[in-house]
């Protein structure tokens, strides 16, 4: 199984091919075996996806799951808790050694 993703050209969020349109949750990507390219191609001249790209999935417990661990973690978010991340108001940002 493939299913399409990329992200969203407004907001960028993390966004799947449902076979009509785009969602946020993968549970919703549809296979698109065979026709990613295109879909690719068309989505992307419509200006509503950036840098779409097909992936391996399995079902799993009838929805789709990605098979790397690179792409589970674009579907699911991050792999911290949320209320430690950084916050672009963070007044000590410019403090920060990168």
């Known amino acids: 199984m493939r299913i399409l ?4 050209l407004k907001s960028g ?7 009509s349109d785009w ?3 993968v549970e919703d ?5 065979g026709s990613e390219e295109e879909i690719a191609r068309r989505e992307e001249a419509a200006r509503r996806v950036n840098a779409s790209y097909a992936i391996d999935a399995e079902l799993h417990a009838g929805s789709p799951r990605p098979v790397h661990i690179k792409d589970r973690i674009r579907a699911l978010g991050p792999t911290v808790r949320p209320d430690l991340t950084l916050k672009p108001a ?3 940002i410019g403090n920060w050694v990168i």
């Open 29 to 33: 990507a549809a296979d698109v075996s």
């Open 5 to 8: 993703t990329g992200n969203d």
């Open 90 to 92: 963070d007044p000590d």
């Open 23 to 25: 969602s946020l949750h």
């Open 13 to 19: 969020e993390v966004i799947w091919w449902t076979g």
